[in-house]
Nanobody, 126 residues
Framework: QVQLVESGGGLVQAGGSLRLSCAISGRTFSIYDMGWFRQAPGKEREFVATIKWSGDITYYADSVKGRFTISRDNAKNMVYLQMNSPNSEDTAVYYC???????????????????WGQGTQVTVSS
């Protein structure tokens, strides 16, 4: 059974930093892209970032580009999201996800991901 467990969320001051982690168990996903999404109160879940299976290509939503960094450790079956200089608009529940199929093009849509974590709350205080 595949499980994704996010951690590292919490309260952070605007301009600070926070690192989210996602531990994946149940199988190896070294050839699958991984992503982070988020859902703010009253809003739909939105794409944040994705990283190719090889770890050498990343893609970000415009709203986080230059502030957030996605990375992965295939040996540990982990994916991370480094959040620098967060602001109040980054307050949301953050979800990690694994792509539905190996390799492939950049994935930015929810339906392109098959496995999801339960989410971790990030609250940015101003």
């Amino acid at each position: 059974q595949v499980q994704l467990v996010e951690s590292g969320g919490g309260l952070v001051q605007a301009g600070g930093s926070l690192r989210l982690s996602c531990a994946i168990s149940g199988r190896t996903f070294s050839i699958y892209d991984m992503g982070w999404f988020r859902q703010a109160p009253g809003k739909e879940r939105e794409f944040v970032a994705t990283i190719k299976w090889s770890g050498d290509i990343t893609y970000y939503a415009d709203s986080v580009k230059g502030r957030f960094t996605i990375s992965r450790d295939n040996a540990k079956n982990m994916v991370y999201l480094q959040m620098n200089s967060p602001n109040s608009e980054d307050t949301a529940v953050y979800y990690c996800a694994v792509a539905a199929s190996p390799y492939g093009a950049i994935r930015k849509r929810e339906y392109e991901y098959a496995y999801w974590g339960q989410g971790t709350q990030v609250t940015v205080s101003s």
